[in-house]
């Protein structure tokens, strides 16, 4: 679990946050959307392994960004959504179900552009993101 001191509130926590979203969310399921074109089950288990285990820890993620009780809840509710659509995409590649597989990636995506959408207004570019696109503007990796 992330630990901040108690004077630091969401703000402070969301470059943490959307780092670790990056490292252990988006990485593997980029790499489970690669991996559905191919026959390969081992692979997008292992693929939807990583991203359950990274979906409990925002379950219980300590700082989300928003400050009130009811947008926490919020939050917490798509996390266990996702971490819902993980546990039917580890089942489906474990049964090699080409269309539960195809199903979960898609109700996973849904559930993170519906999250990001609440709680990533588009008005605001975030730090985050900031860094990424200050790097591609600078020649970096794309």
């Not at 593997?28 to 820890?57: C, D, H, I, Q, V």
Request: aromatic letters at 6%; charged letters at 25%.
């Amino acid at each position: 679990m992330p630990t901040l001191r108690p004077s630091e509130g969401p703000e402070s926590a969301t470059p943490q946050l959307a780092r670790f979203m990056r490292e252990r969310v988006n990485v593997p399921f980029a790499f489970a959307m690669m991996e559905s074109e191919t026959n390969r089950p081992l692979r997008m288990r292992k693929a939807a392994g990583l991203m359950r285990e990274a979906a409990r820890r925002l379950v219980h993620w300590s700082t989300p960004p928003t400050v009130s009780p009811q947008g926490q809840q919020v939050f917490h509710a798509y996390a266990q959504s996702l971490e819902r659509h993980i546990g039917r995409l580890e089942l489906a590649s474990t049964t090699r179900e080409t269309g539960g597989i195809a199903n979960s990636l898609e109700r996973i995506r849904q559930t993170c552009n519906d999250c990001h959408h609440f709680f990533r207004p588009a008005s605001q570019l975030s730090r985050d993101v900031m860094f990424d696109r200050i790097a591609v503007e600078l020649g970096g990796a794309q």
